[in-house]
């Protein structure tokens, strides 16, 4: 049974920091990419990161460069969003989601994990 568990959501101030963490079992990990997403009230799920485990290459959103970083524990098959100067707009849903070899767009992910929230007070 596959499954992807996002959890270290919470409510913090702004400027400050949170760890999401997604633990997933079930598939062969260092063959897909982990994507993070969020969604906010309203609004639209996006795409924030992803990271792809054969070769680690990442990819972010311009909302949050430089302020989120991606990284991938092959070894207890877990991805790790360290978020750091977070605003009040990163407010949202966090999901984790998997997706075979590439990272990719919410529609084309393969399996998803339960979302996390991440409250950003100003």
């Known amino acids: 049974e596959v499954q992807l568990q996002a959890s270290g959501g919470g409510l913090v101030q702004a400027g400050g920091s949170l760890r999401l963490s997604c633990a997933t079992s079930g598939f062969t990990f260092d063959d897909y990419a982990i994507g993070w997403f969020r969604q906010a009230p309203g609004k639209e799920r996006e795409r924030v990161s992803c990271i792809v485990n054969s070769d680690s290459s990442t990819y972010y959103a311009d909302s949050v460069k430089g302020r989120f970083t991606l990284s991938s524990d092959n070894a207890e098959n877990t991805v790790y969003l360290q978020m750091n100067t977070l605003k009040p707009e990163d407010t949202a849903v966090y999901y984790c989601?998997?997706?075979?070899?590439?990272?990719?767009?919410?529609?084309?992910?393969?399996?998803w994990g339960q979302g996390t929230l991440v409250t950003v007070s100003s």
């Open positions: 989601a998997a997706r075979r070899a590439h990272c990719s767009g919410v529609v084309r992910q393969d399996y």
